[in-house]
Each structure stands twice: as structure tokens, then as C-alpha cells.
């Protein structure tokens, strides 16, 4: 039991001045450790404290930067976006402009073609091929090709609007990226350090597999500028070129309307002559047919009048027959002038006879003459009628207007 209880060990005073000085060294330099690594850790705190600021600054300059970049480019495309919609917006002008011309040329046409198709019931010698079908043929032509030519620079147009629009959407699309990434790049620019609702995202940083350097980003851009611009000037190249064709085309029509014009009023003026003259023709017959008619009834009632003259000296020669003996033997004076005023007056019957029947044949070939006059007449009325009062009162109502 006092074994058990017994003192533990104990140190010589050299042990415990050693130990003591130990402890002493082991603190020193421990402190002195401890002081190097506050020293250092400062002036690593520093390091790193300007390194952020430094880093944080230029990250700041490099967003104010690519604000202004965004900027520069957005306002590019606005500028752009503007001119393109000033440009289709103009365009679509010239379109309607263009769908007007296109359909006031078919009235003209139509009444080209209605013409040609009233002048085929003109009749008789009339229904000529003369100037004012060919010119009317012309018209038609040249008609149909401005219609064709304005088709034509209509779906160029629908087509040019097409390209516009594109262009317009190429930019918008642009533009409204801009825009989002200006608002974000905004916002970035904003945040400080103490703003409240920076937060840790651990995820971040990270780079797209298919991204695009800064000068691939300001090529996309140019090349949708470049592209607004080129739509845009082949826009203003086919506004004057449709300004042109409009020109030319009203120039040309209402060019062959007035020599249409021109040839229906000649040609009236010609039938209007030409019956004219007819109608002199037949008062000049009708006239010639009354004096035929006086004369054949002249003719008939000479014939009739030599009835008595015959049948007097044919009635004196049956009564002489009856002479007795030698006294109708005797072929005196009387006798014999009585044969010859019977011969002569039958002789002269005959005469008036041929003569009639001359003349009534001379009154029938008046009286066809007659017929035939008036049935010229007749002709030269219609085509009065086709020329001047359908085909010419119908062309006043069509107007070549610049559209």
C-alpha cells in the first residue's frame, strides 16, 4: 500500500532551466512564424485587394466598352431598320401605283378589241382592212405588251418588297438582341459590391461550344447593314426604273390612242364623203328616172295618138277596095299616097315602139342603179354608225391617265 503511494519522479533544476527555455524558444519562434505569416498574409491581402480592384475596374471598363460597341451597332441597325421601312413603305407605293396603271389598261384594251370585233359587221365593200383596223391592231398590241411589261415589274416589285421585308426582319432580329444584351450589359454595369441581389453562381463561367470571336459578332452585323443597304438601293434603282415604265407606257398608249383617233376621223370624214356622193348620185338617177318616166309615157302616148292616123288611112284604103271596075284598077294619086302614109306611119309606129322599149330598158337599168346606190347608202351608213357613233363615242369614255 505505501508502494503504491509513492512520489512521482522528480527533475533536476538543470531539467527544469532547460525545459523553461524551451518553452521560451518554442514560443519565440513560433511567434516569429506567426508574425511572418500575418506579414505575409497582408501583404497578400493587398496584393489581391488591388489585383480585384484592378481586375473588377477593367472588367467595368471592358463593359462600358462593349456598351458603347452594342451602342454604335444598335443604332447602325436602327438607322438601317428606318431606311428599309421608309424604303418598302415607298415601294408599296409604286406598287399600288403600278396595280392602278396595270388595271386602267385594260378598259382601253377592251374597248380596242370591241372596236375590232364592231368594225367585222361592217358590210359589203366597206368591210375593208384599212387604217384604222391596223391601227386599231397596233393598239391592241402595244396594249398587251405594257400590260405584260407592268406584270412584269409587278412581280419584280413583290419580289423586291419580299427582299425588303427580309432584310428588315435580319435587322429587327439584330436589333432586339442588341438591345437585350445592352439591357443586361446595363444591369452588369450597375452592380457594385454591396448591391443586394449579387449572389454566388457557381456555374457561370462557362464558354459555348459554338461561340463567336468579337470580330465574327461585329461581321454579323455589317453583313445585315450591308445587306439593308443593298436591298434598299435595289429598291431606289426599281422605283426610278418603275417611275420610267410608267412614264412610257402612258406615253406610248395615249401616242397610239391619238393616231387610232386620228385615223377614225379620217376615215369617218371619207365615208362621209363617199356617201355624199352617192346621195348626189341617186338625186341625179332619181332625177334621171323621172324624166325617163315622162318620156316613156311621151313615147306611149305618141303611139297611142297614131292610132287614129292609121286607122284612118288604113279605113280610107279598105273603103277605095271597094271601087267598081276599072275605077279600083286606077292606081291614082290617092291611092298611092294613102299606102305611103300607111307604111309611114307604121313605119314610124315601130320606130316609137323600139324607142320605148329602149327607154323602159334605160328606166330599169335607173332603177338598178337606184337600188344599188341606195343599198351603197345603206353601207356607208352603217359603218357610220360602227365607226363613229359605237367605236369613237365609246373611246371617249377611256382616258390614258399617269399613274
Known sequence: MARLLQPPPKFHPSEWDIANKMQCASTES????SECMIAESQRLLDEIEKKTRKTQSDVNKKIEQRREEIKFWKQELDNKLE???????????????????????????????????????????????????????KEAEVLQGVIALLERT?????????????????????????FTALMIDDYCASLINNTPDIKYAGNAVKIEGNFVSPE????????????????RNNSLALRALIDGILSQTAND?????????????NRVKEVKDAKHKLETLLAMVMDETASQEKNI?????????????VKVAQTRLEVRNRR????????????????????EITKDIQRLKDTLAQAETELKGLSRRQLSL??????????????????????????????
Request: overall charge negative; glycine content about 2%; some cysteine.
Open 30 to 33: 513560433q511567434q516569429s512564424r
Open 83 to 137: 431606311q428599309i421601312v421608309h424604303e418598302t413603305e415607298v415601294l408599296l407605293t409604286f406598287k399600288t401605283r403600278l396595280e392602278k396603271s396595270l388595271e386602267s389598261c385594260r378598259e382601253p384594251l377592251d374597248i380596242a378589241q370591241k372596236c375590232l370585233l364592231n368594225r367585222q359587221r361592217r358590210t359589203g365593200i366597206d368591210l375593208v382592212h384599212d387604217e384604222v383596223e391596223q391601227e386599231l391592231v
Open 154 to 178: 409587278l412581280e419584280k416589285t413583290n419580289e423586291q418588297i419580299r427582299l425588303n421585308r427580309s432584310a428588315k426582319y435580319n435587322l429587327e432580329v439584330d436589333l432586339k438582341d442588341k
Open 216 to 231: 465574327d459578332w461585329m461581321d454579323f452585323s455589317n453583313i445585315n447593314v450591308e445587306k439593308a443597304d443593298k436591298q
Open 253 to 265: 398608249m395615249r401616242k397610239q390612242r391619238e393616231v387610232v383617233n386620228v385615223a377614225f376621223r
Open 297 to 309: 309615157a311621151a313615147l306611149k302616148k305618141a303611139i297611142a295618138d297614131k292610132e287614129g292616123p
Open 324 to 343: 267598081p271596075n276599072v275605077e279600083l284598077l286606077c292606081y291614082d294619086t290617092v291611092q298611092y299616097r294613102l299606102i305611103n302614109e300607111v307604111q
Open 374 to 403: 341606195e343599198a351603197e347608202i345603206q353601207v356607208k351608213e352603217n359603218t357610220l354608225y360602227i365607226d363613229e357613233v359605237l367605236c369613237m363615242q365609246m373611246r371617249e369614255s377611256a382616258y390614258i391617265n399617269n399613274f
